[in-house]
């Protein structure tokens, strides 16, 4: 829905086919000179695997490639690029923290800002000494020791601890035996003794909850979840999970792989990393917290106003003279196209 704002703000008109790429080539050659680039999901690749589509010597009036490759993604994944160079993959989030000029591939991202700024701002010293658990499944505390990271004693035990002031663990999962299946390593799936379930919740509520929780712990997966960032301009610092490390220099972030691999990059007040099934780092970060609580946050890339600039950029660049650099040096590397610029 950002991207859609974007282009809507800066005046640009979007439509949308729906699994028809006849529907978009007729769109297209009623205006092909007013169309600047077409976003299909990452694995539709009908048009580029169709003479028919594709523009070409014997298509004349077909889709250029360079147009109609770009792939839309969640996860920053380099695995669906189908022929042009990574720049075609767009990407809602990013595994690393610096100049964008830097990334591999085509990071357009998301906002919520809007969203969460219209949610009243709930207090520290108001807030209940409860923390809020990220799993919408109990699969996910019965994973093997890589994925689920922290023993599920954790918990309970942590409850019982004098420095975290009676600190009460909520969330809302379901308790479901069939979820990530294949991954579970112990059964039967129950739910989590020491975190009080909700069940299933909506949208609004969960708002609250993030609201008036004094972090939001991290349990492994989901990664790259959007819920740390609402957190995060909720005022609710989250704990990160680092799954792996490099032993040998365990503080080289760039070894790291965490549940939130772009969130790693951050500190306290807003962000606590803890290594997997280290339950003294588990239960520091959590007082930490709990004594040092940070004000709304949101990362700058994630205003609307930079999400917005990026989407004008992906519009506006000159994509056919990309296309035909990228081609040109393929094919002095003795690569053959049968598309045409």
């Known amino acids: 829905m950002s991207m859609f704002r974007a282009m809507r703000e800066l005046g640009y008109t979007v439509l949308l086919g729906i699994n028809d790429w006849d529907e978009t080539l007729r769109y297209y050659r009623m205006f092909p000179d007013q169309v600047k680039v077409i976003i299909k999901s990452a694995w539709i690749d009908d048009c580029i695997k169709d003479p028919k589509c594709?523009?070409?010597?014997?298509?004349?009036?077909?889709?250029?490639?360079?147009?109609?490759?770009?792939?839309?993604?969640?996860?920053?994944?380099?695995?669906?690029r189908f022929g042009l160079d990574y720049k075609w993959i767009i990407h809602a989030d990013r595994h690393f923290y610096g100049e964008e000029g830097a990334e591999k591939l085509q990071y357009i991202g998301y906002s919520l800002e809007d969203a969460c700024m219209k949610h009243p701002f709930v207090p520290h010293d108001q807030r209940p000494m409860a923390a809020w658990t990220l799993a919408?499944?109990?699969?996910?505390?019965?994973?093997?020791?890589?994925?689920?990271?922290?023993?599920?004693?954790y918990f309970e035990l942590a409850s019982e601890?004098?420095?975290?002031?009676?600190?009460?663990?909520?969330?809302?999962?379901?308790v479901n035996g069939e979820y990530?299946?294949?991954?579970?390593?112990?059964?039967?799936?129950?739910?989590?003794?020491?975190?009080?379930?909700?069940?299933?919740?909506?949208?609004?509520?969960?708002?609250?909850?993030?609201?008036?929780?004094?972090?939001l712990i991290g349990v492994g997966n989901p990664p790259l979840s959007p819920s740390p960032y609402v957190a995060l301009c909720m005022g609710t610092p989250f704990l990160n999970p680092i799954k792996s490390?490099?032993?040998?220099?365990?503080?080289?972030?760039?070894?790291?792989?965490?549940?939130?691999?772009y969130l790693k990059w951050l500190d306290p007040p807003y962000v606590y990393n803890v290594q997997a099934h280290a339950y003294d780092q588990f239960v520091s970060a959590i007082s930490q917290a709990i004594q040092n609580p940070p004000p709304r946050y949101v990362d700058p890339p994630m205003t609307i106003e930079n999400v917005r600039r990026r989407v004008e950029r992906l519009v506006e660049s000159d994509w056919k003279e990309l296309a035909r650099e990228y081609m040109e040096e393929k094919i002095k590397e003795g690569e053959k196209y049968t598309w045409t610029l």
Do not use: C
Request: no cysteine; proline share 7%; aromatic share 10%.
């Open 54 to 80: 594709i523009k070409s010597e014997v298509n004349p009036t077909g889709i250029p490639r360079w147009k109609s490759e770009f792939s839309m993604h969640f996860f920053p994944d380099t695995h669906t």
């Open 136 to 153: 919408k499944q109990a699969s996910l505390f019965h994973l093997g020791t890589k994925e689920t990271v922290f023993n599920k004693s």
């Open 161 to 174: 601890e004098p420095q975290l002031d009676g600190l009460s663990f909520r969330g809302a999962y379901q």
């Open 180 to 215: 990530m299946k294949g991954w579970i390593h112990d059964t039967p799936v129950q739910a989590l003794n020491g975190v009080i379930n909700l069940g299933k919740i909506g949208p609004d509520q969960f708002l609250d909850e993030l609201a008036s929780s004094r972090i």
């Open 245 to 261: 490390w490099d032993p040998e220099n365990p503080n080289d972030r760039s070894k790291w792989v965490s549940q939130h691999n």
